[in-house]
C-alpha cells in the first residue's frame, strides 16, 4: 500500500493508502507534513480498533487526557464525543480551537465516528494559513506581536458534572499566545484566536480588542477556506488545533451520535 495526499481547495487533505491500525514512520512523517501545510488529515475507510486507536495517537507525541469530556471505562485515554437523541445540545457547536486556553495547547485530536445518525452530523473545518495568507498587507504588520488571552472559564466553568462534561471546577487557568503563531511543523504562519475560547488582544483598549477580534472572525469565517467534512462509516479526521478552527454541526434532532477522540500533546507556541 502507498500512501497518497490528496489536499482540498480549502482546509485539509484526504488521507489513502493507509491502514491507520498499521503505519509506517514514513506515513507518520507525511501525515505531519500534511497537518502542516493542510491543518487536517481526513482518511475514509477505516476499521482501527480502540487499541491502534491509542497506538496511532502514540505516533506524534504523548496522550493529553482532557480534563473536561468523559473517558472510556476501558480506555481512559480515549473521550467519548456523545450526543444523545434526547440531549439538545452537542459538543463543539460554536467555532473554535480546541484547548486554545491550555499553556501548552493540545496539538491536536484524533476522531474516529463509531455511531452516526442517518444524515446530519458534519463538521466544519477552516484553515487558518489561508486565513492568514489572505490578509492585507497593513493587517498582517498590525497583528505582528500581538497577544491574546484564552480562557475556558465561561465555556465549562461552573457547568453541572452530572452531563458530558466533568471537573468544571477546574476551568481556572488561562493563556496566553501570539494572535499570529508559526506552526510547529512547518514554520508556516496561521492566526491563532478563536470565538470560543479567546478572551481579549491584551494591551489594546477592550473596546478595539473587539473591533479587531470581530473583524478577524469575519474574515476567517469566508467559504473559501472552509471544508465540510461528511462523516460516513470508518471516518477518521485528524485535525491540527495551530492550523484549524473546528465546529460540529447539531443538525440531527432525535438521533445519537457517537465518536471517540484521543487528543495528542503540542508544544509552546511561538510568533
Ligand atoms: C471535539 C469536537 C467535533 C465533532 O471533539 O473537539 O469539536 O464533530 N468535535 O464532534
Ligand atoms: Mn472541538
Not at 132 to 153: F, I
Request: charged share 20%.
Amino acid at each position: 500500500m502507498s500512501i497518497t495526499i490528496n489536499p482540498t481547495s480549502n482546509a485539509g487533505a484526504y488521507i489513502s493508502g493507509i491502514d491507520l491500525n498499521d503505519v509506517t514512520v514514513d506515513d507518520v512523517e507525511k501525515i505531519k507534513a500534511a497537518l502542516g501545510n493542510y491543518g487536517v488529515a481526513f482518511f475514509r475507510d477505516q476499521s482501527i480498533t480502540s487499541e491502534n486507536h491509542i497506538a496511532f495517537a502514540n505516533c506524534f507525541g504523548a496522550i493529553d487526557i482532557n480534563r473536561f469530556f468523559t473517558p472510556l471505562d476501558d480506555y481512559p485515554q480515549i473521550a467519548q464525543v456523545l450526543k444523545e437523541p434526547e440531549h439538545d445540545s452537542n459538543i463543539g457547536e460554536n467555532w473554535h480551537t480546541d484547548h486554545s486556553y491550555d499553556q501548552i495547547p493540545a496539538l491536536g485530536s484524533i476522531l474516529v465516528a463509531r455511531e452516526l445518525p442517518v444524515s446530519g452530523g458534519d463538521t466544519l473545518f477552516i484553515n487558518m494559513f489561508a486565513a492568514y495568507d489572505a490578509l492585507s498587507p497593513e493587517m498582517k504588520s498590525k497583528l505582528e506581536g500581538l497577544t491574546a488571552t484564552h480562557s475556558s472559564r465561561h465555556v465549562f466553568g461552573g457547568k453541572d458534572n452530572t452531563g458530558r462534561l466533568k471537573n468544571s471546577e477546574n476551568a481556572t487557568q488561562d493563556a496566553i499566545h501570539p494572535v499570529v503563531i508559526r506552526h510547529p511543523f512547518s514554520d508556516k504562519c496561521a492566526l491563532y484566536v478563536n470565538p470560543e475560547f479567546t478572551v481579549k488582544v491584551n494591551d489594546v483598549a477592550q473596546t478595539e480588542s473587539e473591533a479587531l477580534l470581530n473583524s478577524i472572525y469575519a474574515h476567517i469565517q469566508q467559504p473559501e477556506f472552509m471544508h465540510r467534512f461528511e462523516w460516513l462509516d470508518g471516518s477518521v479526521a485528524f485535525w491540527d488545533n495551530r492550523a484549524t478552527w473546528h465546529k460540529a454541526l447539531n443538525d440531527y434532532p432525535g438521533q445519537r451520535r457517537l465518536m471517540h477522540r484521543i487528543t495528542v500533546q503540542g508544544v509552546a507556541l511561538h510568533g
